[in-house]
């Protein structure tokens, strides 16, 4: 058995939403450039390379890449052979608390969706648990920002309108988010399982490299299909009309019951910010 | 084209000839308010009081800004959603505000205000915080300092650059844009 202490995945939290705010992950980079070259518009070029030189500032003045420094979403994947000594939960929340703290970054949580007081330092967080084989901890940090988490959508299809039903859903939403989750959006797509676990794929399937396929293939061809689809609308970056309207679609799909197809549509904009870091324990 | 060159407070006349696409760099003064700012600034008007600022010819952005870093005006500084603000618009615009900005499609009463006053609803690059930002020269809260980032803000900017998503003919950039590139 391993361990390991709170204080280092609070220092490990705290960095990596600094940095997750900063800098613009390689893969979302190399998109832009390649949104940038294929697309039509004129404007819409424009903006790819307005959006380029926001991601270097950011990371050369160390500043935030956008304002909506997002609600924090922590994937952890722990190990079975380690034990977290102190309150994991606690352990990020002041890993959260602080990062923004240092990092100027922007409170934007409130203790109640009701009566919307202001937390202050932007916690709590929303934390995804997975256990997983081995004695090492694996902390994702993905700051979400509102203006595309607002866009999303979830239906609860029948399973006669299948594959179709899905594109046409999925397509609806991305066409009814218009110019809101700031486009190029990534377009992550959660199939399957009950209700809220469809939703949770679909979250998952953001953290993605951009582009990547998914492992299995007829969500892969799910995956081309929609892309397709989604880019016919025209939206194109920051609306303003274009072929590039999804950088990319991401399906992640599970198991579900004889008598449903769930489908969630989670989406990131072109600023798809996430960061981890592999943290290793003491022995005993 | 070239970016038409804009100077707060703007006339009717100047917005009345700016069309929907047309770039534009913004210089001067504009107020930031979002969600809770605008709730606040359409109940002063309800009760007839005098707002934060003078309204005639302004703009306003919808940002709430990060905290500023050491030795700058303000954090990154990206437009929000507008259509939050929908239900606050056409007040303001009647009060005399010649100019919104954010991102995002507008209500069709927001529309028929911009038509009705003679005024603009641009857009600022969404997700482009920090380029933003490096346009804000001055920064300083104004009002309701307890809404933190909501707070509204009297920012001075110089050339900011924003799009003509709907003038004040009623001419949706948004639309137009997306029927030009759509093959659906």
């Known amino acids: ?214 492992a299995n293939p007829l969500d892969r061809e799910l995956e081309v299909e929609l892309e397709r689809e989604v880019n016919k609308l025209g939206i194109g970056p920051q609306g303003f009309g274009g072929r590039v309207t999804a950088f990319a679609v991401h399906v992640e799909s599970y198991p579900t019951h004889i008598a449903g197809l769930p489908v969630a549509v989670n989406l990131n904009c072109h600023a798809a910010r996430h960061q981890e870091i592999v943290l290793e324990g003491e022995e005993e | 084209m070239e970016p038409i060159k804009l100077k707060t407070p703007l006339t009717k006349e100047v917005v009345g000839q700016l069309r929907a696409g047309q770039s534009c760099l913004v210089s001067g003064v504009i107020y930031t308010a979002r969600d809770a700012a605008h709730k606040r600034l359409v109940e002063m008007l309800e009760r007839g009081e005098e707002l934060p600022f003078s309204p005639e010819g302004q703009l306003i952005y919808y940002v709430g800004p990060c905290p500023a870093p050491p030795g700058r005006p303000l954090g990154a500084a990206g437009p929000t959603t507008s259509a939050r603000m929908d239900i606050y618009t056409p007040t303001l615009l009647a009060a005399g505000v010649r100019g919104v900005i954010g991102k995002g499609d507008r209500s069709p009463e927001v529309v028929q205000a911009l038509k009705e006053y003679g005024a603009v609803y641009f857009g600022a690059i969404g997700g482009a915080g920090a380029l933003i930002a490096k346009t804000v020269v001055a920064a300083q809260v104004l009002a309701f300092p307890d809404l933190g980032p909501e707070a509204v803000h009297r920012l001075e900017v110089k050339d900011m650059p924003l799009v003509v998503i709907i003038d004040s003919l009623g001419q949706n950039f948004y639309t137009l844009g997306r029927a030009k590139y759509a093959t659906v």
């Open chain 1, 1 to 214: 058995m391993h361990t390991i202490k709170g204080e280092r995945i609070t220092q490990a939290v705290a960095q990596l939403f600094i940095r997750a705010n900063r800098e613009l992950p390689p893969d979302v980079c190399a998109a832009l450039a390649q949104a940038a070259q294929r697309e039509e518009s004129p404007l819409g070029r424009q903006m790819l390379a307005s959006l380029v030189e926001n991601a270097r500032l950011a990371r050369t003045e160390q500043m935030a890449i956008c304002q909506d420094t997002g609600m924090a979403v922590v994937f952890v994947e722990l190990g079975r052979e380690l034990r977290v000594v102190g309150d994991l939960y606690e352990a990020i929340n002041a890993g959260v608390a602080a990062g923004y703290r240092e990092g100027y970054l922007r409170n934007s949580i409130v203790r109640h969706p009701l009566d919307r007081v202001n937390t202050g330092d932007n916690t709590p967080a929303v934390v995804h648990l997975l256990l997983t084989p081995g004695n090492k901890l694996k902390i994702t940090a993905a700051p979400k920002g509102f203006g595309s988490e607002n866009m999303g959508g979830i239906a609860l299809l029948k399973p006669a309108q299948g594959r179709q039903g899905v594109v046409d859903f999925v397509t609806g939403v991305v066409s009814a988010a218009g110019a809101n989750p700031c486009p190029p959006v990534i377009v992550g797509v959660g199939l399957g399982g009950t209700m809220e676990y469809a939703a949770f794929l679909a979250k998952r399937a953001l953290l993605r490299e951009v582009g990547a396929p998914a």
